[in-house]
Protein backbone atom coordinates (compact mmCIF):
# COMPACT_ATOMS: atom_id res chain seq x y z
CA UNK A 1 0.00 0.00 0.00
CA UNK A 2 1.08 3.23 -1.21
CA UNK A 3 0.02 5.97 2.12
CA UNK A 4 0.05 9.21 0.85
CA UNK A 5 -0.15 11.90 3.54
CA UNK A 6 -1.43 14.49 1.42
CA UNK A 7 -2.50 14.25 -2.28
CA UNK A 8 -2.06 17.59 -4.10
CA UNK A 9 -1.30 20.22 -1.24
CA UNK A 10 0.07 22.56 -3.36
CA UNK A 11 -0.88 23.42 -7.03
CA UNK A 12 0.88 26.33 -8.66
CA UNK A 13 -1.07 27.37 -12.35
CA UNK A 14 1.97 28.97 -14.12
CA UNK A 15 0.99 31.98 -16.56
CA UNK A 16 4.67 32.46 -17.81
CA UNK A 17 5.12 33.86 -21.33
CA UNK A 18 6.50 31.12 -23.18
CA UNK A 19 6.37 28.48 -21.06
CA UNK A 20 6.30 25.25 -22.77
CA UNK A 21 4.25 22.70 -21.08
CA UNK A 22 4.81 19.16 -20.59
CA UNK A 23 3.95 16.44 -23.18
CA UNK A 24 4.03 14.14 -20.86
CA UNK A 25 3.73 14.38 -16.92
CA UNK A 26 7.00 15.26 -15.20
CA UNK A 27 7.62 13.21 -11.76
CA UNK A 28 10.72 14.60 -9.42
CA UNK A 29 10.63 12.60 -6.04
CA UNK A 30 12.91 13.93 -3.05
CA UNK A 31 14.57 13.07 -0.08
CA UNK A 32 16.49 15.14 2.12
CA UNK A 33 18.26 15.00 5.76
CA UNK A 34 18.30 11.05 5.29
CA UNK A 35 21.12 10.93 8.00
CA UNK A 36 22.07 7.62 7.23
CA UNK A 37 18.70 6.20 8.14
CA UNK A 38 18.58 3.98 5.25
CA UNK A 39 16.21 1.39 6.59
CA UNK A 40 14.63 3.81 8.91
CA UNK A 41 11.02 4.41 8.27
CA UNK A 42 9.99 4.40 4.52
CA UNK A 43 13.73 3.35 3.97
CA UNK A 44 15.65 2.81 0.55
CA UNK A 45 14.32 -0.15 -0.26
CA UNK A 46 10.74 0.81 -0.80
CA UNK A 47 11.79 4.15 -1.86
CA UNK A 48 13.80 2.37 -5.28
CA UNK A 49 10.64 0.45 -5.52
CA UNK A 50 8.29 3.19 -5.99
CA UNK A 51 10.62 5.19 -8.36
CA UNK A 52 11.56 2.34 -10.28
CA UNK A 53 7.53 1.51 -10.85
CA UNK A 54 7.07 5.09 -11.87
CA UNK A 55 9.62 4.78 -14.22
CA UNK A 56 8.35 1.86 -16.00
CA UNK A 57 4.80 3.48 -16.13
CA UNK A 58 6.35 7.32 -17.28
CA UNK A 59 9.13 8.62 -19.29
CA UNK A 60 10.23 11.84 -17.10
CA UNK A 61 11.27 10.46 -13.89
CA UNK A 62 13.98 11.66 -11.30
CA UNK A 63 15.26 11.76 -7.80
CA UNK A 64 16.69 14.19 -5.75
CA UNK A 65 18.06 15.18 -2.22
CA UNK A 66 18.70 18.53 -0.48
CA UNK A 67 21.44 17.42 1.52
CA UNK A 68 22.59 15.82 4.82
CA UNK A 69 22.86 11.58 3.44
CA UNK A 70 26.53 11.21 4.29
CA UNK A 71 26.55 11.66 7.94
CA UNK A 72 24.07 10.56 11.20
CA UNK A 73 24.67 7.39 12.04
CA UNK A 74 26.96 4.17 12.29
CA UNK A 75 26.89 3.31 8.29
CA UNK A 76 27.56 6.65 7.44
CA UNK A 77 30.76 7.76 10.43
CA UNK A 78 31.97 3.95 10.25
CA UNK A 79 32.74 4.07 6.49
CA UNK A 80 33.52 8.01 6.05
CA UNK A 81 30.29 8.17 3.71
CA UNK A 82 31.33 5.51 1.74
CA UNK A 83 28.50 3.07 2.11
CA UNK A 84 26.26 5.76 1.67
CA UNK A 85 27.59 7.12 -1.46
CA UNK A 86 27.36 3.06 -2.97
CA UNK A 87 23.86 3.03 -1.99
CA UNK A 88 22.84 6.26 -3.49
CA UNK A 89 24.38 5.10 -6.92
CA UNK A 90 22.58 1.76 -6.57
CA UNK A 91 19.13 4.20 -5.92
CA UNK A 92 19.73 6.12 -8.88
CA UNK A 93 20.13 9.42 -7.59
CA UNK A 94 20.16 11.87 -10.30
CA UNK A 95 20.68 15.52 -8.35
CA UNK A 96 21.86 16.34 -5.04
CA UNK A 97 22.77 19.44 -3.17
CA UNK A 98 25.38 19.78 -0.09
CA UNK A 99 24.07 19.75 3.51
CA UNK A 100 26.02 20.88 6.21
CA UNK A 101 27.10 17.45 6.84
CA UNK A 102 28.72 16.55 3.82
CA UNK A 103 31.69 18.62 5.26
CA UNK A 104 32.35 16.69 8.21
CA UNK A 105 34.31 14.36 6.96
CA UNK A 106 37.06 17.12 5.52
CA UNK A 107 37.43 18.31 2.12
CA UNK A 108 40.17 15.78 1.41
CA UNK A 109 37.68 13.19 1.90
CA UNK A 110 34.20 15.02 0.34
CA UNK A 111 36.41 15.10 -2.56
CA UNK A 112 37.11 11.27 -2.87
CA UNK A 113 32.99 10.66 -2.25
CA UNK A 114 32.16 12.56 -5.17
CA UNK A 115 34.42 11.40 -6.94
CA UNK A 116 32.97 7.66 -6.33
CA UNK A 117 29.34 9.27 -7.06
CA UNK A 118 27.61 8.29 -9.94
CA UNK A 119 24.90 11.30 -9.46
CA UNK A 120 25.21 14.79 -10.41
CA UNK A 121 26.02 17.31 -7.39
CA UNK A 122 25.09 20.92 -7.78
CA UNK A 123 25.84 24.22 -5.38
CA UNK A 124 24.09 28.03 -6.41
CA UNK A 125 26.09 29.81 -3.66
CA UNK A 126 29.61 28.14 -3.23
CA UNK A 127 32.71 30.10 -3.48
CA UNK A 128 36.11 29.43 -3.44
CA UNK A 129 38.93 32.03 -2.75
CA UNK A 130 42.08 29.88 -1.70
CA UNK A 131 44.95 28.72 -3.42
CA UNK A 132 44.42 24.78 -3.91
CA UNK A 133 41.49 23.21 -5.83
CA UNK A 134 38.41 23.75 -4.87
CA UNK A 135 36.34 20.77 -4.04
CA UNK A 136 33.44 22.57 -6.29
CA UNK A 137 35.11 23.23 -8.87
CA UNK A 138 33.40 20.81 -11.10
CA UNK A 139 29.93 21.96 -9.61
CA UNK A 140 27.64 23.73 -11.65
CA UNK A 141 25.82 26.41 -10.25
CA UNK A 142 22.71 25.33 -11.72
CA UNK A 143 21.48 21.64 -13.76
CA UNK A 144 18.91 22.34 -16.52
CA UNK A 145 17.15 18.93 -17.62
CA UNK A 146 14.99 19.19 -20.67
CA UNK A 147 12.02 16.55 -20.76
CA UNK A 148 10.72 16.30 -24.44
CA UNK A 149 11.27 20.32 -25.25
CA UNK A 150 10.09 20.95 -21.49
CA UNK A 151 13.49 22.39 -19.13
CA UNK A 152 13.23 22.35 -15.67
CA UNK A 153 16.18 24.30 -13.52
CA UNK A 154 17.31 22.79 -10.52
CA UNK A 155 19.54 25.20 -8.46
CA UNK A 156 21.30 24.05 -4.61
CA UNK A 157 21.47 26.12 -2.12
CA UNK A 158 23.61 25.47 0.69
CA UNK A 159 22.81 27.20 4.59
CA UNK A 160 25.78 30.24 4.77
CA UNK A 161 25.97 28.41 8.19
CA UNK A 162 27.51 25.58 6.85
CA UNK A 163 30.64 27.23 7.62
CA UNK A 164 30.47 26.90 11.49
CA UNK A 165 27.36 23.98 11.61
CA UNK A 166 30.00 21.77 10.11
CA UNK A 167 33.90 21.83 11.24
CA UNK A 168 34.92 25.75 10.64
CA UNK A 169 38.93 24.88 9.94
CA UNK A 170 37.78 22.72 6.71
CA UNK A 171 36.52 25.83 5.09
CA UNK A 172 40.03 27.69 6.00
CA UNK A 173 43.58 27.82 4.64
CA UNK A 174 46.54 29.22 6.95
CA UNK A 175 43.80 30.35 9.76
CA UNK A 176 41.69 32.12 6.96
CA UNK A 177 38.33 31.24 5.68
CA UNK A 178 38.91 30.39 1.73
CA UNK A 179 35.20 29.01 1.20
CA UNK A 180 32.31 30.89 1.90
CA UNK A 181 27.90 30.71 0.73
CA UNK A 182 27.10 34.10 0.52
CA UNK A 183 26.59 34.73 4.27
CA UNK A 184 27.20 38.56 4.31
CA UNK A 185 24.72 41.20 4.49
CA UNK A 186 21.88 39.61 6.71
CA UNK A 187 20.80 37.27 3.79
CA UNK A 188 21.10 39.73 0.96
CA UNK A 189 24.18 38.55 -0.83
CA UNK A 190 22.43 35.08 -0.39
CA UNK A 191 19.16 35.99 -2.04
CA UNK A 192 20.71 38.36 -5.12
CA UNK A 193 22.94 35.47 -5.66
CA UNK A 194 20.32 33.04 -6.18
CA UNK A 195 18.09 35.67 -8.00
CA UNK A 196 21.23 36.08 -10.69
CA UNK A 197 21.03 32.40 -11.34
CA UNK A 198 17.33 31.94 -11.79
CA UNK A 199 17.28 34.87 -14.14
CA UNK A 200 19.83 33.26 -15.90
CA UNK A 201 17.73 29.69 -16.33
CA UNK A 202 15.03 31.42 -17.57
CA UNK A 203 17.52 33.55 -20.05
CA UNK A 204 18.29 29.84 -21.14
CA UNK A 205 15.17 29.01 -21.96
CA UNK A 206 14.14 27.07 -18.32
CA UNK A 207 10.30 27.01 -17.80
CA UNK A 208 10.13 25.54 -14.51
CA UNK A 209 12.94 26.47 -11.70
CA UNK A 210 13.46 24.08 -8.65
CA UNK A 211 15.31 25.13 -5.81
CA UNK A 212 16.85 21.87 -3.54
CA UNK A 213 17.67 24.18 -0.70
CA UNK A 214 19.21 23.12 2.41
CA UNK A 215 18.40 26.19 4.49
CA UNK A 216 15.25 25.65 6.97
CA UNK A 217 11.98 26.51 7.11
CA UNK A 218 11.66 27.55 10.67
CA UNK A 219 12.29 31.09 11.84
CA UNK A 220 15.65 30.05 13.95
CA UNK A 221 17.04 29.82 10.79
CA UNK A 222 16.43 33.51 9.52
CA UNK A 223 17.84 35.23 7.40
CA UNK A 224 18.93 32.58 5.80
CA UNK A 225 15.65 30.04 6.02
CA UNK A 226 13.86 28.74 2.77
CA UNK A 227 10.78 31.32 3.52
CA UNK A 228 12.80 34.33 3.54
CA UNK A 229 14.52 32.87 0.25
CA UNK A 230 11.12 32.70 -1.45
CA UNK A 231 9.65 36.64 -0.07
CA UNK A 232 13.03 37.99 -1.84
CA UNK A 233 13.48 36.36 -5.12
CA UNK A 234 11.21 36.13 -8.05
CA UNK A 235 11.45 33.36 -10.80
CA UNK A 236 10.99 30.57 -8.82
CA UNK A 237 8.50 27.87 -8.48
CA UNK A 238 8.99 25.17 -5.79
CA UNK A 239 11.43 24.93 -2.90
CA UNK A 240 12.71 21.89 -1.91
CA UNK A 241 14.38 22.34 1.59
CA UNK A 242 15.84 20.47 4.00
CA UNK A 243 18.22 21.03 7.20
CA UNK A 244 15.31 21.54 9.60
CA UNK A 245 13.92 18.07 9.75
CA UNK A 246 10.81 19.54 8.76
CA UNK A 247 8.29 18.17 7.41
CA UNK A 248 5.94 20.35 5.19
CA UNK A 249 3.30 18.92 2.80
CA UNK A 250 3.74 21.45 0.60
CA UNK A 251 2.32 25.32 1.30
CA UNK A 252 2.43 28.32 -0.87
CA UNK A 253 4.53 31.32 0.10
CA UNK A 254 4.22 34.68 -1.62
CA UNK A 255 7.65 35.43 -3.26
CA UNK A 256 9.07 39.31 -3.68
CA UNK A 257 6.36 40.01 -6.82
CA UNK A 258 3.45 38.43 -4.26
CA UNK A 259 3.38 35.13 -6.76
CA UNK A 260 2.99 31.76 -4.77
CA UNK A 261 5.92 29.26 -4.20
CA UNK A 262 5.46 25.64 -3.19
CA UNK A 263 7.70 25.44 -0.29
CA UNK A 264 8.08 21.40 0.64
CA UNK A 265 9.72 19.15 3.20
CA UNK A 266 9.81 15.62 3.70
CA UNK A 267 11.65 15.55 7.67
CA UNK A 268 14.29 13.43 8.31
CA UNK A 269 15.70 9.70 7.84
CA UNK A 270 13.30 8.96 5.52
CA UNK A 271 9.52 9.70 7.53
CA UNK A 272 8.45 10.72 3.90
CA UNK A 273 9.40 10.52 0.24
CA UNK A 274 8.03 13.33 -1.77
CA UNK A 275 6.91 13.36 -5.26
CA UNK A 276 6.27 16.42 -7.13
CA UNK A 277 4.39 16.45 -10.47
CA UNK A 278 4.90 19.09 -13.44
CA UNK A 279 1.35 17.89 -15.50
CA UNK A 280 0.65 18.48 -19.02
CA UNK A 281 -1.86 21.03 -17.71
CA UNK A 282 1.34 23.17 -16.18
CA UNK A 283 0.37 22.73 -13.11
CA UNK A 284 2.41 21.25 -9.83
CA UNK A 285 1.65 19.12 -7.25
CA UNK A 286 3.73 18.06 -4.38
CA UNK A 287 2.59 14.83 -1.85
CA UNK A 288 3.98 12.95 0.58
CA UNK A 289 4.34 9.24 0.84
CA UNK A 290 5.19 7.38 3.94
CA UNK A 291 3.83 3.97 3.59
CA UNK A 292 4.81 1.37 -0.06
CA UNK A 293 4.17 -1.90 0.47
CA UNK A 294 7.09 -3.16 -2.18
CA UNK A 295 10.69 -3.48 -1.49
CA UNK A 296 13.69 -3.45 -3.67
CA UNK A 297 15.65 -6.75 -3.03
CA UNK A 298 18.76 -5.26 -4.88
CA UNK A 299 18.42 -2.08 -2.18
CA UNK A 300 17.12 -4.37 0.52
CA UNK A 301 20.03 -6.77 0.32
CA UNK A 302 23.28 -4.17 -0.20
CA UNK A 303 21.48 -2.89 3.36
CA UNK A 304 22.13 -6.18 4.79
CA UNK A 305 25.55 -7.10 3.72
CA UNK A 306 26.53 -3.77 4.93
CA UNK A 307 25.24 -4.40 8.39
CA UNK A 308 26.50 -8.00 8.40
CA UNK A 309 30.19 -6.46 7.74
CA UNK A 310 29.33 -3.91 11.00
CA UNK A 311 27.14 -6.30 12.76
CA UNK A 312 29.93 -8.06 14.19
CA UNK A 313 31.22 -5.34 16.81
CA UNK A 314 28.57 -2.84 16.45
CA UNK A 315 26.04 -5.90 18.09
CA UNK A 316 28.46 -6.88 21.18
CA UNK A 317 26.05 -5.96 24.18
CA UNK A 318 28.45 -3.66 26.56
CA UNK A 319 25.62 -2.95 29.48
CA UNK A 320 22.46 -2.39 30.47
CA UNK A 321 20.30 0.41 31.13
CA UNK A 322 17.18 0.72 33.24
CA UNK A 323 15.77 3.79 31.93
CA UNK A 324 16.84 5.72 28.81
CA UNK A 325 19.57 8.40 28.67
CA UNK A 326 17.87 11.01 26.32
CA UNK A 327 18.22 13.84 24.03
CA UNK A 328 14.33 14.61 23.51
CA UNK A 329 10.98 14.77 25.26
CA UNK A 330 8.24 12.50 25.11
CA UNK A 331 7.30 14.04 21.78
CA UNK A 332 10.91 14.06 20.66
CA UNK A 333 11.46 17.83 20.98
CA UNK A 334 15.22 17.76 20.71
CA UNK A 335 15.45 19.38 24.50
CA UNK A 336 20.01 18.15 24.24
CA UNK A 337 20.03 21.88 22.22
CA UNK A 338 18.51 24.02 24.51
CA UNK A 339 18.25 22.11 27.86
CA UNK A 340 20.19 19.56 30.25
CA UNK A 341 19.20 16.37 30.16
CA UNK A 342 20.87 13.24 31.58
CA UNK A 343 22.35 12.03 28.45
CA UNK A 344 24.04 15.58 28.16
CA UNK A 345 25.41 14.83 31.85
CA UNK A 346 26.55 11.63 31.44
CA UNK A 347 28.25 12.50 27.93
CA UNK A 348 30.03 15.71 29.21
CA UNK A 349 31.31 13.72 32.66
CA UNK A 350 32.67 11.46 30.20
CA UNK A 351 34.71 13.29 28.49
CA UNK A 352 35.29 14.99 31.80
CA UNK A 353 36.31 12.01 33.63
CA UNK A 354 38.46 10.48 30.93
CA UNK A 355 40.52 13.68 29.81
CA UNK A 356 40.90 14.80 33.47
CA UNK A 357 39.78 18.21 33.27
CA UNK A 358 38.32 20.45 35.58
CA UNK A 359 35.34 20.77 33.27
CA UNK A 360 34.21 19.29 29.80
CA UNK A 361 31.62 21.02 27.40
CA UNK A 362 29.96 19.06 24.68
CA UNK A 363 27.94 21.02 22.22
CA UNK A 364 24.24 19.30 22.29
CA UNK A 365 24.43 18.70 18.49
CA UNK A 366 27.32 16.61 18.46
CA UNK A 367 24.76 14.20 20.83
CA UNK A 368 22.62 12.49 18.30
CA UNK A 369 20.45 9.69 19.81
CA UNK A 370 18.78 8.59 22.65
CA UNK A 371 19.87 5.55 24.34
CA UNK A 372 17.00 3.41 25.69
CA UNK A 373 16.16 1.17 28.56
CA UNK A 374 17.48 -2.46 28.31
CA UNK A 375 20.93 -3.41 26.07
CA UNK A 376 23.59 -1.30 25.04
CA UNK A 377 25.53 -2.19 22.16
CA UNK A 378 28.63 -0.32 20.65
CA UNK A 379 26.28 0.33 17.67
CA UNK A 380 23.79 2.59 20.35
CA UNK A 381 27.11 4.56 21.56
CA UNK A 382 28.37 4.94 17.89
CA UNK A 383 24.71 6.45 17.49
CA UNK A 384 25.26 8.88 20.40
CA UNK A 385 27.91 10.09 19.11
CA UNK A 386 28.59 9.71 15.19
CA UNK A 387 30.89 11.97 13.97
CA UNK A 388 33.94 10.80 14.72
CA UNK A 389 35.68 13.51 16.52
CA UNK A 390 38.57 13.55 18.19
CA UNK A 391 39.10 14.86 21.70
CA UNK A 392 41.13 17.23 23.82
CA UNK A 393 41.93 19.43 26.31
CA UNK A 394 43.56 23.03 27.14
CA UNK A 395 43.90 25.58 29.44
CA UNK A 396 41.46 28.43 29.85
CA UNK A 397 40.82 31.23 32.38
CA UNK A 398 37.59 31.66 34.09
CA UNK A 399 36.62 34.55 31.39
CA UNK A 400 37.39 32.39 28.85
CA UNK A 401 34.91 29.33 30.05
CA UNK A 402 32.00 32.93 30.97
CA UNK A 403 32.60 33.82 27.73
CA UNK A 404 32.04 30.28 25.86
CA UNK A 405 28.49 29.52 27.97
CA UNK A 406 27.31 32.64 26.90
CA UNK A 407 27.84 32.44 23.60
CA UNK A 408 26.16 28.49 23.76
CA UNK A 409 23.32 29.98 25.73
CA UNK A 410 22.53 32.80 23.66
CA UNK A 411 19.44 31.33 21.97
CA UNK A 412 17.99 29.50 25.32
CA UNK A 413 14.47 30.43 25.78
CA UNK A 414 12.72 30.27 28.70
CA UNK A 415 10.48 27.94 27.06
CA UNK A 416 11.68 24.80 24.40
CA UNK A 417 8.85 24.12 23.03
CA UNK A 418 5.37 25.81 21.68
CA UNK A 419 2.71 24.86 20.11
CA UNK A 420 4.78 21.25 19.20
CA UNK A 421 7.48 23.46 17.52
CA UNK A 422 11.06 23.90 19.25
CA UNK A 423 12.31 27.05 20.79
CA UNK A 424 15.93 27.98 21.22
CA UNK A 425 17.51 25.16 19.61
CA UNK A 426 21.09 25.55 19.20
CA UNK A 427 23.26 22.95 18.31
CA UNK A 428 26.00 24.89 20.22
CA UNK A 429 23.99 24.99 23.17
CA UNK A 430 26.52 23.28 26.18
CA UNK A 431 26.14 20.04 28.02
CA UNK A 432 28.66 20.24 30.88
CA UNK A 433 30.34 18.19 33.66
CA UNK A 434 32.20 20.15 36.28
CA UNK A 435 30.12 23.37 36.26
CA UNK A 436 26.44 24.88 37.51
CA UNK A 437 25.23 28.08 36.15
CA UNK A 438 21.67 29.65 35.33
CA UNK A 439 20.76 31.42 32.03
CA UNK A 440 18.49 34.71 32.79
CA UNK A 441 16.37 34.21 29.52
CA UNK A 442 14.15 37.47 30.24
CA UNK A 443 18.33 39.24 29.64
CA UNK A 444 18.26 39.55 25.31
CA UNK A 445 21.88 37.65 24.36
CA UNK A 446 24.44 39.80 23.86
CA UNK A 447 26.72 37.86 21.79
CA UNK A 448 28.57 39.27 18.79
CA UNK A 449 29.19 37.73 15.53
CA UNK A 450 31.29 38.28 12.38
CA UNK A 451 29.54 37.47 8.81
CA UNK A 452 30.37 34.23 9.33
CA UNK A 453 28.94 33.22 12.31
CA UNK A 454 32.21 33.27 14.28
CA UNK A 455 31.95 34.98 17.74
CA UNK A 456 33.85 37.67 18.44
CA UNK A 457 32.63 39.46 21.86
CA UNK A 458 29.70 40.24 24.32
CA UNK A 459 28.35 43.69 24.38
CA UNK A 460 26.18 44.33 27.72
CA UNK A 461 24.57 42.76 30.04
CA UNK A 462 25.22 38.85 30.52
CA UNK A 463 22.46 36.18 30.88
CA UNK A 464 24.86 33.78 32.16
CA UNK A 465 25.00 34.31 36.27
CA UNK A 466 26.17 32.46 38.98
CA UNK A 467 28.38 30.14 37.55
CA UNK A 468 29.87 27.84 40.07
CA UNK A 469 33.17 25.10 39.32
CA UNK A 470 33.44 21.70 40.94
CA UNK A 471 36.47 21.57 43.30
CA UNK A 472 36.90 18.99 44.94
CA UNK A 473 33.15 17.51 46.21
CA UNK A 474 32.42 21.12 46.14
CA UNK A 475 30.99 23.83 43.73
CA UNK A 476 32.59 27.53 44.22
CA UNK A 477 32.76 30.35 42.37
CA UNK A 478 34.41 30.91 39.06
CA UNK A 479 37.39 32.73 38.93
CA UNK A 480 37.78 34.79 36.07
CA UNK A 481 41.44 35.23 36.51
CA UNK A 482 42.15 31.58 36.88
CA UNK A 483 43.54 28.95 34.81
CA UNK A 484 40.96 25.96 34.46
CA UNK A 485 41.13 22.55 32.40
CA UNK A 486 38.55 22.12 29.75
CA UNK A 487 38.12 18.98 27.84
CA UNK A 488 35.55 18.65 25.01
CA UNK A 489 36.22 17.61 21.09
CA UNK A 490 39.24 19.01 18.55
CA UNK A 491 35.54 20.75 16.86
CA UNK A 492 34.57 22.40 19.89
CA UNK A 493 38.05 23.58 21.14
CA UNK A 494 40.44 23.90 17.97
CA UNK A 495 38.36 23.93 15.28
CA UNK A 496 35.94 26.58 16.04
CA UNK A 497 32.89 24.47 15.74
CA UNK A 498 29.38 26.19 15.77
CA UNK A 499 31.19 29.34 15.43
CA UNK A 500 32.88 28.90 19.21
CA UNK A 501 36.26 30.73 18.47
CA UNK A 502 36.89 31.38 22.45
CA UNK A 503 39.18 27.87 23.11
CA UNK A 504 41.55 28.24 19.60
CA UNK A 505 44.05 29.96 20.78
CA UNK A 506 44.34 28.68 23.99
CA UNK A 507 47.44 26.31 25.03
CA UNK A 508 46.53 22.77 24.03
CA UNK A 509 47.33 19.59 26.96
CA UNK A 510 45.80 16.93 24.48
CA UNK A 511 45.67 18.01 20.61
CA UNK A 512 44.65 15.23 19.14
CA UNK A 513 43.41 12.71 21.88
CA UNK A 514 40.94 9.65 21.22
CA UNK A 515 37.72 9.80 19.45
CA UNK A 516 34.25 10.73 21.89
CA UNK A 517 32.66 7.72 21.15
CA UNK A 518 35.89 5.71 22.47
CA UNK A 519 35.36 7.54 25.37
CA UNK A 520 31.79 7.73 25.76
CA UNK A 521 32.02 3.88 25.44
CA UNK A 522 35.24 3.69 27.84
CA UNK A 523 33.37 5.35 30.72
CA UNK A 524 29.75 3.47 29.73
CA UNK A 525 31.61 0.24 30.88
CA UNK A 526 33.21 1.43 34.18
CA UNK A 527 30.01 2.53 35.75
CA UNK A 528 28.59 0.04 38.15
CA UNK A 529 25.39 2.14 38.56
CA UNK A 530 24.01 4.69 36.59
CA UNK A 531 21.05 5.42 38.94
CA UNK A 532 22.81 9.48 39.18
CA UNK A 533 22.21 9.53 35.88
CA UNK A 534 18.12 9.35 36.38
CA UNK A 535 17.56 12.43 36.45
CA UNK A 536 19.04 15.19 35.10
CA UNK A 537 21.55 16.53 38.03
CA UNK A 538 20.48 20.74 37.81
CA UNK A 539 23.35 21.63 36.12
CA UNK A 540 22.50 24.24 34.36
CA UNK A 541 18.86 25.99 35.53
CA UNK A 542 17.15 27.99 32.99
CA UNK A 543 14.71 31.25 34.33
Known amino acids: MKKILSLIIAILILTLSGCQQPKEDIYIFYTGDVHCGIDSNLGYPAVKALVDETKAEHSNVLLVDTGDYLQGGMVGSMSRGSYIVDLMNQMHYDLVTFGNHEFDYDMDRLAELMEMADFDFIATNARYSGSKTSVFADVPTYVIKEFQGTKVAFLGVLTPETLTSSTPVYFMEDDAFVYDFYGENDGKNLFEQVQKTVDEVRSKGADYVIVLSHLGSELQYAPYDAVTLISNTTGIDVVIDGHSH ?298
Not at 339 to 367: M, Y
Not at 466 to 491: A, F, H, N, Q, R
Not at 531 to 541: A, L, T
Open 246 to 543: SVVYGDPYPNAAGEDVILTSTGTKLENLGELIIATDGTISTMLISEYDKQDEEIANSIATIYDELGVVLDEKIGELEFPLVISDENGIRQIRSRETNLGDFCADALREELHTDIAIVNGGGIRKTIEAGEVTYGNLLDVMPFGNTTGSCYATGQQILDALEFTSRSTDALYVFEDNAVGENGAFSQVSGLRYTIDTSIPSGVLVDANGMFIGIEGERRVKDVMVLEGDEYVPIDPEKTYTVGSTDYILFKNGDGNTVFHDCERIIANGETDVDLLIRYFQKQESFEDYREVQNRIIIK
